[in-house]
Nanobody, 116 residues
Framework: QVQLVESGGGLAQPGGSLRLSCAAS????????MGWYRRAPGNERELVVR???????EYADAVKGRFTIARDNAKNTVNLQMNSLKPEDTAVYYC??????????WGQGTQLTVSS
């Protein structure tokens, strides 16, 4: 069973940048999808970005042009580069890996707070 562990969260200023990392205890090459989700206070968990193997990358409209996902199968990591951060990006960010059969794995989450 693969475990996903996020890191890199913290406090950032508006307009700043931060990179989140997701490290897997096993291989991520077999995941059909990998991505990042977030849950802001009082909101449901929502998609930030999702990579589907062999297909295009899907970004939420709110982060397009600011966030970039990078998957490294050799290192078993998935990183999220976040630029031009906004206060509304404040949330707990979760790494996700999904198999073609629908089974999903989640990390424990990492908090990002964007505030001056």
């Amino acid at each position: 069973q693969v475990q996903l562990v996020e890191s890199g969260g913290g406090l950032a200023q508006p307009g700043g940048s931060l990179r989140l990392s997701c490290a897997a205890s096993g291989t991520i090459a077999s995941f059909y999808t990998m991505g990042w989700y977030r849950r802001a206070p009082g909101n449901e968990r929502e998609l930030v970005v999702r990579l589907t193997r062999g297909f295009s990358t899907e970004y939420a409209d709110a982060v397009k042009g600011r966030f970039t996902i990078a998957r490294d199968n050799a290192k078993n990591t998935v990183n999220l580069q976040m630029n031009s951060l906004k206060p509304e990006d404040t949330a707990v960010y979760y790494c996700n890996g999904g198999y073609l059969n629908g089974r999903n794995y989640w990390g424990q989450g990492t908090q990002l707070t964007v505030s001056s």
